[in-house]
């Protein structure tokens, strides 16, 4: 599981390339996201290109808020094929401390704190 900068879909520049699942938030989406959740899937070593993956995110501090389900998109690297495959999606958070839970294939969930500074 990885917090990034929001990472772009669209455009001649785009970072990165959509290839299933939820719709991609897009840089003019509002709110206008800031972060790039996602989940990286390996088997043996290599990226697990198909998985049926939920994430739920929630923020605990300053304030405990409720669960929230990020649309889960499958994506990879633009013109770096499916060798970087994960899952996630765009969203927009404040400053605070979060826990993020990921379900892959119906498996239990597995829950990851994380805490953003800016």
């Known amino acids: 599981m990885k917090v990034?900068?929001?990472?772009?879909?669209?455009?001649a520049g785009a970072e990165m390339k959509?290839?299933?699942?939820?719709s991609a938030v897009t840089m003019n989406s509002a709110p206008k996201p800031n972060h790039h959740l996602v989940a990286f899937l390996k088997e043996g070593?290599?990226?697990?290109?198909?998985?049926?993956?939920?994430?739920?995110y929630r923020e605990l501090s300053p304030e405990k808020s409720d669960w929230t389900s990020l649309p889960v998109c499958r994506?990879?690297?633009a013109g770096k094929g499916m060798d970087t495959a994960h899952f996630g999606n765009n969203?927009?958070?404040?400053?605070?401390?979060?826990?993020?839970r990921v379900t892959v294939n119906k498996n239990p969930a597995v829950t990851f704190h994380f805490e953003l500074t800016k």
């Open 75 to 77: 994506m990879h690297v």
């Open 91 to 100: 969203l927009w958070l404040a400053k605070g401390e979060y826990e993020a």
């Open 4 to 11: 990034l900068p929001a990472e772009t879909f669209e455009g």
């Open 45 to 56: 070593g290599k990226p697990v290109e198909n998985a049926s993956v939920m994430i739920s």
């Open 18 to 22: 959509w290839d299933g699942g939820a």
